[in-house]
């Protein structure tokens, strides 16, 4: 065991969420001190797809879109200022989103959604069937037409961690990768810190930023945070013969083309507990998914498949803010499968609580709502 560190902040989990948050605070002069069990983002982040696209993924208006809005309005910035910092760029690709209706039922619905994010306000275009096609001709020609976004997009998520990773060192942030936490330090009803296998790490504020592992951190403070992991399964195929312009989201499957010759494929959501394999049903389901939407993929060359454990909720929103009946201990976890999209405005407004308490914009994340 190493001596006992100190720094005013120590976020547990060194994914997405966990090196936005370190980068911020260190960012508004805070020393910060960031533990992660395996590799820096090895776990739901480095298996993200990287879509930016809150009017996909969430099916209302209400906080967790109004979160996604706005994080994505965040991103641009984010990302020149991780460039300028780093000299990596994350390759955001704000290209537009098109979510595509394949039957009747599809378009009725999409139609629905279309209207009401036009009255929240949100800027989105009707692709009819030919537009589609002139858009897109990668498309099925009995695609029947398109909610587009111009304004989402994906980035690369690999190149996005490693940006992180290096301006958080720049930042001078005490990085311990390897490093699990095995107790919270307890004095009153203040947590001072964590044990880890490192040493112990002493800090005015811990920040629990541990994905789908949150919750057993939860457990040694006698709370129960309902936070479980979703297994993703993701596919990859070269984009050689298959010159996509755009993301394409569909009811069962979405293709993110890349910068770098591939096409992301994805993805599942199995209950797998944390069981972290590819199965022959779950790459079945995910490659099967999306042939409706690009019959041209049939010919694409695959290239690999992989899993991620994604933190879900029980209400389906993050658990973001003060811990109940604890002092000094925060969670900024649960963020599912949008921990890429929501990683800026989660580490803005995490970093405002922490340096001004400022408590507001999180209260519908507040993990209390759990606690009544």
């Not at 930016?52 to 809005?69: H, K, R, V, W, Y």
């Not at 200022?81 to 390759?91: F, S």
């Not at 979510?99 to 009819?128: P, S, T």
Request: some cysteine; proline content about 5%; glycine content about 12%.
């Amino acid at each position: 065991m190493g001596s006992a560190m100190t720094s005013d902040c120590l976020v547990v989990g060194g994914g997405i969420i966990g090196l936005s948050l370190a980068y911020e605070l260190a960012g508004r002069g805070l020393t910060v001190t960031i533990v992660e069990q395996g590799d820096w983002g090895g776990q739901a982040s480095a298996a993200a797809a990287g879509i930016l696209g809150p009017l996909q993924e969430f099916d209302q208006p209400g906080p967790l879109l109004e979160l996604g809005l706005a994080s994505l309005a965040l991103y641009p910035q984010w990302v020149d200022q991780l460039r300028e910092l780093t000299g990596i760029d994350a390759q955001l690709g704000l290209e537009g989103i098109m979510r595509v209706a394949m039957n009747e039922q599809e378009l009725d619905q999409f139609r629905e959604r279309y209207n009401w994010q036009k009255a929240e306000g949100c800027r989105v275009e009707w692709l009819d069937q030919q537009q589609l096609r002139q858009w897109e001709p990668m498309i099925a020609s009995d695609a029947r037409g398109a909610i587009f976004s111009p304004d989402e997009g994906h980035v690369s998520n690999q190149l996005l961690l490693q940006a992180l990773a290096a301006a958080c060192r720049k930042r001078g942030v005490r990085m311990l990768a390897g490093t699990v936490a095995i107790a919270p330090v307890i004095s009153g009803g203040r947590v001072l810190g964590m044990e880890t296998t490192t040493g112990v790490c002493h800090a005015a504020e811990t920040i629990i930023a541990a994905g789908a592992w949150a919750s057993v951190i939860g457990q040694w403070l006698g709370l129960q945070l309902p936070i479980r992991p979703v297994r993703g399964q993701v596919a990859a195929v070269s984009s050689e013969s298959v010159q996509l312009r755009r993301v394409i989201f569909g009811a069962s499957g979405y293709l993110v083309p890349k910068k770098d010759g591939r096409i992301i494929i994805g993805a599942t959501e199995d209950e797998a507990g944390f069981r972290r394999g590819v199965t022959l049903a779950g790459l079945a389901k995910v490659l099967n998914g999306v042939l409706p939407y690009v019959p041209n993929l049939q010919q694409a060359d695959f290239l690999t498949a992989w899993s991620g454990l994604r933190p879900a909720t029980a209400d389906g929103l993050p658990l973001l803010g003060p811990l109940p009946g604890w002092e000094g201990i925060a969670v900024a976890s649960g963020h599912f499968r949008n921990g890429i999209l929501l990683s800026p405005v989660t580490a803005k407004w995490m970093a405002d609580y922490v340096t001004g308490g400022e408590r507001h914009p999180l209260r519908p994340f507040l993990p209390e709502r759990f606690s009544a």
